[in-house]
Each structure stands twice: as structure tokens, then as C-alpha cells.
């Protein structure tokens, strides 16, 4: 390898250790993907099914705990809005990663803010 080729390599080298381990950590770049049983909603019209998902695992949550009374998806999915909507407004929010929380036999949502 000449000395031109050594240089390459050498700027290549030092170019790969100044980026950063990770490309969301960029200003700019995209967000984090949502964490292990988080499900993330950007918009509550357009990602359905998203909300779909997070209705099941709530219903199924609130089963295995032996919570009783019924939740309509039409309700869930207004609250999901509202609560979406909220935090895309206040929190100049990109998305909203939602996951479930089981305390004290009660199955409730986190709501976080995706920037």
C-alpha cells in the first residue's frame, strides 16, 4: 500500500471513530425505536393499528390481572387521541410511546414523549 493509500485508510479510520456508535444520537436523525412492549402512535387516525395492538394487549392485561368491566375500542381509541394530541401539542412531540403498568392489580398506560 503506497503512502496515498495509507492515508486514505487512515482518514477512513478516523472518520468511522468520530461518528457516532449510534445514527439517532444525531441531531436531526430519526428517534429511538420504541422500546420492548412500548407501541408507538404518531397519529392516532393513520396508525390504527397501532392502537389496535395496544387496545389487545390492554384487554389482556386487564384479564390476566381479573379486572372486570368492558372497554369499548371506540373509548380506548378517543383516549388514545386525546392523550396523543395532548402530548404532540405540549411536548413539540414527534410520537408518543405508550406501554402498560400493573399496579396494585389496576392495569394503566405511560404515556412518553418521542422527540
Known sequence: MGLHGRALALKEAELLAMAPAH????????PQ???LGEVRVESP???VEAVREL???FVEARQTTGET???KFESFQKLIT???TRILTEKGAQAVDFRLETK???VSLKAKAVR
Open 45 to 47: 387516525e393513520l396508525d
Open 33 to 35: 425505536p420504541p422500546r
Open 55 to 57: 387496545f389487545g394487549r
Open 104 to 106: 396494585d392489580g389496576k
Open 69 to 71: 368491566g368492558a372497554v
Open 23 to 30: 445514527p439517532e444520537a444525531v441531531e436531526g436523525s430519526r
Open 82 to 84: 386525546q392523550q396523543t
